[in-house]
């Protein structure tokens, strides 16, 4: 498995919390790892991200506060808390694996990346 696969997407009401998971790759244990969200007829923005350690992490302002992100390098594995859940959170979510072991927040530092978990939240 090289690619991604993220899991935990689904319908909340606004105000709640979801967790996303993100299964990647051993080979990913060293890599800075992310998560992105693309709302409809939006381009695809980052949300957070955090290093190859999980020493340093870095957050999107409209979800500053609110989401927080982990990783186990031993399971190979990101997560994404996000609490205080607004409609406009609304999107798909997707997981990816940096080209290096720092934290990026533009598109073109990550190589590969999951298929997607839809969050919708209601107003």
Same mark, same amino acid.
């Given at each position: 498995?090289?690619?991604?696969? $993220?899991?935990? =997407? ?23 790892? =992310? ?5 409809? =007829?939006? $381009?695809? $923005?980052?949300?957070? =991200? ?37 409609? $406009?959170?609304?999107? !798909? ?27 919708? !939240?209601?107003?």
């Amino acid at each position: 498995q090289v690619l991604p696969v $993220e899991s935990g =997407g689904g319908l909340v009401q606004a105000g709640t919390s979801l967790t996303l998971s993100c299964a990647a790759s051993r080979t990913s244990s060293n890599n800075a790892m =992310g998560w992105f969200r693309q709302a409809p =007829g939006k $381009e695809r $923005e980052f949300v957070a =991200g955090i290093n190859w350690n999980g020493g340093a992490t870095y957050y999107a302002d409209s979800v500053k506060g609110r989401f927080f992100i982990s990783r186990d390098r031993y399971k190979n594995t990101v997560s994404l808390q996000m609490n205080s859940l607004k409609h $406009e959170d609304t999107a !798909v979510y997707y997981c990816a694996v940096g080209l290096r072991a720092s934290i990026s927040s533009a598109n073109s530092d990550y190589r590969y990346w999951g298929q997607g978990t839809q969050v919708t !939240v209601s107003s």
